[in-house]
């Protein structure tokens, strides 16, 4: 299968201190004439959607939301996700949601469709967080998106010498696929998310 990847959409999501790091989007889908991709981003108040598209093929929006604890007018405690206005500002520790949405937006179906999302430098991989709304392979990288494996391993040298191979760490985490086992239908939206702690 050949791909024709995205990588081009990038906007500023967060800031720690004077630390501010983007957001990326990319996706890969058959070529139609070789045609060009181009980004959109656009941020409103309280919000900052990005937009990536093919020709008229494909939609993807970007958000990010952050876990807080809220009091009711019970006093009881709950956790809940707020989205994040752009630069917002995030302290380490904190929980993030990356929610990327993929839309079709031909009369076809769309097959072979690959979601790709980088993990910017300043967040970890919580283990296990991963969605997507349709049946899919959910793989990762830990070599800047060279490769793509379901449970990736790293070779760790023992105090002995000898070399054993281990599971690859969260933070050692670069990006995360999303495969369609299935083709996109037309004008249908995927959807898949992830969650991060800031370092």
């Not at 990762?140 to 990736?152: A, L, R, Y």
């Amino acid at each position: 299968m050949q791909e024709n990847p995205f990588v081009i959409l990038m906007i500023t999501l967060g800031v720690i201190g004077n630390l501010s790091w983007t957001g990326l989007a990319m996706a890969s889908i058959p070529p139609v004439d070789q045609e060009n991709a181009t980004g959109i981003g656009s941020c409103v108040p309280g919000s900052c959607p990005l937009f990536l598209t093919q020709g008229n093929r494909v939609q993807i929006r970007l958000q990010l939301y952050q876990l807080r604890t809220v009091e009711d007018e019970q006093g009881k405690v709950q956790n809940e996700w707020v989205e994040l206005p752009a630069a917002a500002s995030v302290q380490p520790g904190e929980v993030l949601r990356y929610t990327i949405a993929a839309e079709n937006q031909t009369a076809e179906d769309i097959p072979n469709f690959i979601l790709t999302q980088p993990i910017p430098d300043p967040v970890v991989y919580i283990p296990d967080s991963s969605r997507i709304d349709t049946e899919a392979e959910i793989t990762v990288s830990i070599d800047n998106g060279e490769t793509f494996v379901k449970n990736p391993t790293v070779e760790v040298t023992l105090e002995n010498g000898q070399v054993e191979t281990q599971p690859a760490p969260p933070e050692t985490y670069t990006h995360l696929r999303w495969t369609l086992t299935n083709p996109l239908p037309p004008t249908a939206v995927v959807t898949g998310q992830f969650e991060v702690r800031v370092q």
